[in-house]
């Protein structure tokens, strides 16, 4: 049957069928009550009619859910397998089901969000398919250069530039140009740099860049590929790489991508660049060696003992505490001269 129909494949029916059966159980019931009540069907819809503000109100969900229905398959806005991301509602995965009343969307991490139908016609949200079915994948991302590492480039620039494969012909093209233009100009080599036209290191880099990715990624090449410089900010010059990969699947792509970074951040500073960032714990350590070589550092300071380890630490030699010691030695004491009262005087005699 799929085969035989290839338009209704992956639509969302679901919620259109459901309303057809919710239809056809209606009339099945007006006319049992009318057959059962002998009275004309007719007479039923008419108090239907009356209560149709309360039908409403009580089916509000399920009328939005039918109506949206048909506008999600009228417009093949989305079906099921489809790749959907609605941040308001957290909602980032596959289309799973979509019934009269339920979006089923099974994300990433394996929940899944529920949404009413309704949702997906009121507000915005991005379905991948089209990128899926295009054959390529978007990368746009930029790195910071210090501004302050731009340059004009000198002989010996030049010379090292040569030495790479992929801009030879850029540097050798772009100085006959500037030669010429000089010359036509009255512009003299020996004269400052800032007169005249002049290569700088970061504009050979750009054109490295761009025969990067032309010759060494897997881009999609009938897509737009381009490296660009965006507004300087205080955290440097964005230098944003803008391509697409050959493939739409999410572990290649990513693969690809942080490929391409890790070569954009080993071969800056052949171009004489440095990336910004914000300093770290060890560029501030850095200085602080620089000004102050002699400081030491809070692991290179030795612990100082307590005052109550250090009375209570007992020296290497001192002896065992059972241990007996040697007296020491007394001093002589001086004879003492005896009191008066037992002195007796040399001439006395005993009565």
């Not at 991302?141 to 590492?149: F, P």
């Not at 054109?207 to 897509?223: F, I, S, T």
Request: charged share 20%; net charge negative; proline share 8%.
């Amino acid at each position: 049957m799929p085969a035989a129909r290839p338009a209704w494949q992956n639509k969302p029916i679901k919620g259109l069928r459901q309303t057809a059966q919710g239809i056809a159980l209606l009339i099945c019931t007006i006319l049992i009550v009318s057959i059962l009540l002998d009275k004309s069907p007719a007479i039923l819809l008419t108090g239907l009619g009356a209560s149709a503000a309360v039908l409403m109100l009580i089916f509000r969900d399920s009328i939005l859910g039918f109506v949206s229905g048909i506008q999600l398959a009228a417009n093949d806005m989305l079906k099921v397998g489809d790749w959907i991301s609605i941040p308001k509602y957290g909602a980032d995965g596959n289309v799973e089901e979509v019934s009269l009343t339920t979006v089923k969307i099974r994300n990433w991490d394996n929940t899944l969000v529920m949404l009413p139908p309704y949702l997906l016609t009121t507000d915005s949200f991005t379905n991948w398919h089209a990128m899926q079915l295009s054959g390529g994948r978007r990368v746009m991302r930029s790195v910071a250069i210090d501004m302050t590492s731009v340059r004009f480039c000198t002989p010996e620039m030049l010379d090292h530039y040569r030495t790479i494969d992929l801009i030879r012909d850029y540097v050798d093209q772009t100085e006959r140009r500037v030669e010429e233009y000089n010359a036509a100009h009255g512009i003299g080599s020996g004269e400052r740099r800032i007169n005249g036209l002049h290569q700088t290191n970061l504009g050979v880099f750009r054109a490295y860049l761009v025969r990067y990715l032309r010759n060494e990624v897997p881009v999609n090449k009938d897509m737009t590929l381009m490296v660009r410089q965006l507004q300087p900010t205080e955290t440097g010059l964005p230098m944003q790489l803008y391509f697409f990969t050959d493939t739409v699947v999410w572990v290649d792509y990513e693969g690809i991508q942080s490929d391409v970074f890790d070569h954009v951040l080993a071969v800056i500073p052949e171009f004489g660049l440095r990336v910004f960032q914000n300093p770290s714990g060890e560029d501030v350590a850095s200085l602080r060696n620089a000004f102050f070589p002699n400081a030491q550092t809070p692991s290179q300071t030795p612990p100082q003992a307590s005052p109550q380890a250090s009375s209570q630490a007992a020296p290497q030699n001192a002896p065992p505490l059972h241990a007996s010691r040697p007296a020491a030695p007394q001093r002589p004491q001086a004879e003492q001269p005896a009191p008066e009262e037992a002195k007796a005087p040399a001439s006395a005699s005993p009565e």
